[in-house]
């Protein structure tokens, strides 16, 4: 047996087990075994040992490519031929799953209204615990055949998170065809090193993301990270692993990493924060002073329309928006909350003491802009 090396990881019950379209398509076309096998292994040794493990699969579109001639594979492009590959490609993906496993596999499509809308969260929530009482494997996908880009996640590795929270999973694995992240870009310097553990994802994690390398992927480091950050404040470790090395997938089943560990945050935030922080779409933008950030920080203070700078973006009351501390030589982002009334109101409203509301608009929804507990602080 091997012996493991690198960042421990504490013992887990349920793992989402994200595998990029780079393991599962051979040069960009079709389902490949290659790369898998090793996967397979590791989800069935993991259920062996009584653990959960839901996939989130890519691969559908390039699965789909596989069927049409040589000749026409490159000039797919638009929007409906790509769904229409999806819709192709998602059973013979399945299939290709289904070849590795004595046990059934089950397929989840989702879209990101299936994050948002609280109803159907729930009901997708249900469907994947039962499917999981059942001993299945559960493999999901974005709904790619219905989905439009607004109405997308757009990535499987900010989906795969989102699949984390709901599953209330305790570890997510982002399975791709590199070690992990890298203190600069290893395609192009040859000294960069791994970052066996990251602790606390701030700006400087997220500049030594380069774009995706590779045309296949939607996402690339970026997206990794950005899943990282979901999971992990909401207390699930989440770790990059390259998904082709076998030994690594056998490392990890003894509790080391070889890979990059993004740590699980101690103080997981509340539900309801994290959907307003990591599922709400941001609509706006209000830019408030030095005093109203301090209020907010320091004594958690609703937002005040007296300390609002500035307002961009069209929306509407109830739309989500971020807030900046603007000061005369930086702006910083310091919180997400839900608007108590639209940017129009808000810019007739800025400056203005809270008793002048009504007289200024008509009517008063409330005497805050953003109300303390529709707010979320950043850091
Ligand atoms: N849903 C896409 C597919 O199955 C992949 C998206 C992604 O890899 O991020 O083809």
């Known amino acids: 047996m091997q012996k493991p090396r690198g960042v421990r990881i504490e013992e887990w019950k349920r793992a ?30 993991s259920r062996s040992k009584g653990k959960d493990i839901i996939v989130v699969s890519s691969g559908a579109v390039s699965a789909g490519l ?43 499509l989702l879209t990101y209204d299936d994050i948002l809308n609280r109803t159907r969260f729930v009901n997708a929530k249900n469907t994947l615990l039962e499917l999981l009482k059942l001993r299945t494997l559960p493999i999901i996908n974005e709904n790619d055949t219905v989905a439009v880009d607004e109405l997308k996640v757009g990535d499987n590795d900010n989906l795969a998170a989102h699949v984390a929270v709901l599953a209330e999973a305790d570890l997510l694995i982002i399975c791709t065809d590199i070690d992990g992240l890298y203190d600069a870009d290893p395609h192009l310097n040859s000294d960069a090193s791994l970052i066996s553990e990251v602790k606390t994802i701030d700006n400087h994690v997220y500049s030594l993301a380069g774009g995706t390398q590779n045309p296949l992927s939607t996402g690339g480091m970026r997206t990794k990270i950005a899943a990282a950050e979901k999971a992990t404040s909401k207390g699930i470790d989440t770790i990059i692993l390259n998904g082709s090395r076998h030994e690594y997938l056998d490392q990890l089943q003894n509790g080391s990493v070889h890979g990059t560990l993004f740590r699980r945050t101690q103080n997981p935030i509340a539900s309801k924060k994290h959907w307003m922080l990591h599922v709400l779409p941001n609509q706006g933008q209000i830019f408030v002073d030095a005093g109203a950030a301090r209020a ?45 009334y639209g940017s129009d109101d808000i810019k007739k409203i800025r400056g203005k003491q809270s008793y002048e509301i009504d007289k200024i608009l008509g009517y008063i929804s409330t005497n805050a802009v953003i109300q303390r507990d529709d707010m979320v602080l950043l850091q």
């Open 16 to 45: 989402v087990l994200k595998v990029g379209s780079a393991l599962i398509t051979s040069e960009g076309v079709g389902c490949s075994t290659k790369h898998l096998l090793a996967i397979a292994s590791f989800i069935t040794e």
């Open 296 to 340: 907010l920080r320091t004594n958690k203070a609703s937002l005040l329309p007296s300390g609002v700078l500035d307002v961009s973006g069209d929306f509407s009351q109830g739309d989500a928006v971020q807030v900046f501390y603007r000061s005369s030589d930086s702006t910083e982002k310091i919180a997400k909350g839900i608007a108590q």
């Open 66 to 108: 596989s069927t049409q001639p040589k000749m026409m594979r490159k000039i797919y492009r638009s929007i409906p031929e790509k769904q229409a590959l999806a819709a192709i490609g998602q059973p013979l993906l399945m299939a290709s799953w289904n070849r590795f496993f004595d046990f059934p596999c089950a397929q989840l």
